[in-house]
């Protein structure tokens, strides 16, 4: 190969100079002064200033068509749609990011940060969506331009999915997926989201676990009826259902609904999580060894099983407690499940369980905020194969592969509705503080990411993707 010829070094040296240059910051900044709150109800303007201001004209310039699709759950959430098709014959990439963000908590961030200014202080990179996921996505977008610019094109079809409200649990994604499946046809999706299992080691997650909330409530009269008068007559709604919740899992916190795990972890996945190791911040709490599922490594608990949390219980008014019997008690509870969970028996399943137990008095109030699915890609897939190796090639390290994320995120739209192999290669680390003030992306992670996604591109387009599936 001649000098004057692209080669992939130079590719993911440009890569990486793009974050060290400044021009990953001058861009990301753009994008996180835009106040894109999703749960904000006059939020729409920002939504679509967002998407028509920031995003189709950076695709538009290297050759993407694009169009702004209406929300049919949600109109102020309209998600933008963009391809590249260079030949149908060749793979087809889907990549995907929101570009929505929960509130910007203005006011309690240290140093007066502001959250729609991005500021870089100490390797960092401070705004709010710098991680989840505004700079998550244009990271990828970025590397794909500079793979183009250094090749003259990408060799494969690229179609990107850009919503806005995947904050506010991606309401009408479902349904534009459904309405658009030919359009959306592709496949993989190669997207990121998320941290890294720890900061140095880049990593590959190949779904989520799901999540199912639910409230249990016990009520049995109105009002409060004086302890002294009453106390030893009336059925305590609060003794009732703390016994009910204490037969959902053992002292320690493994469950006790056999329809609620997997029964085991398969083979390839605890192969997987063997070489994962967890990272703990300088201000997070430390690692209970002997919680949870017995037998199981902290790895294996997070990503490979299932866990019970009970998020609030109220009796009574913890505020101000009076000498009453009270009249009702509840509790907030959530489920995170992988993949051998059937969702549609968690709460069947759960009814029976207290029935048996003799608590048809509690009753099971599904949440009515929608969770995602759980979802797993096989870790044996031919792309989540590309992507270790490519990973690997570019940075000297193995990538930890995790089956699964242990959050969770709209991954069913994709592995489900569309039926494509799903490789998230995350950007981010355990202590950004995602949702919280402070959040921010490590400039050295940007950099090593940047490197990562323009290598991954340069492969696929250099004949080593899997053949495509209409080939």
Known sequence: ???AEPNREAVVAAARAHVAGGGFAEELARRIAVPSESPRQDSAADHRRYLDGEIRPALEAIGFACEIWSNPALARLPVLYAERIEDPALPTILTYGHGDVLWGMAGDWSAGRDPWTLEEADGRLYGRGTVDNKGQHTINLAALRTVLKARGQLGFNVKVLIEMGEESGS?????????????LKADVLIASDGPRSSTDDPTIFLGARGGMGFHLVCDYREGAHHSGNWGGLLVNPGIRLAHALATLTDARGRILIRDWTPGEIPANVRAALKTIRLERGPDEPAIEPDWGEPGLSAPEQVFGWCNLE??????GRPEAPVNAVPGSARATCQLRYVVGVDRERILPALREHLDAHGFADVAIEPMKRGFFKA???DPDNDWVRLAVASI???TGKPPSLLPNLGGSLPNEVFAETLGLPTVWIPHSHPSCSQHAPDEHMLVRVAEEGMAIMAGLFWDIGNGEAPPSRDA
Not at 310 to 315: D, N, P, S, T, Y
């Open 310 to 315: 009970i998020l609030a219980f109220l009796c």
């Open 375 to 377: 979802t797993r890609t």
């Open 1 to 3: 190969m001649s000098a």
């Open 171 to 183: 309401p009408g994604l479902e349904e534009i997926a459904e309405a658009n499946r030919e359009r």
């Open 392 to 394: 690997e090639r570019t």
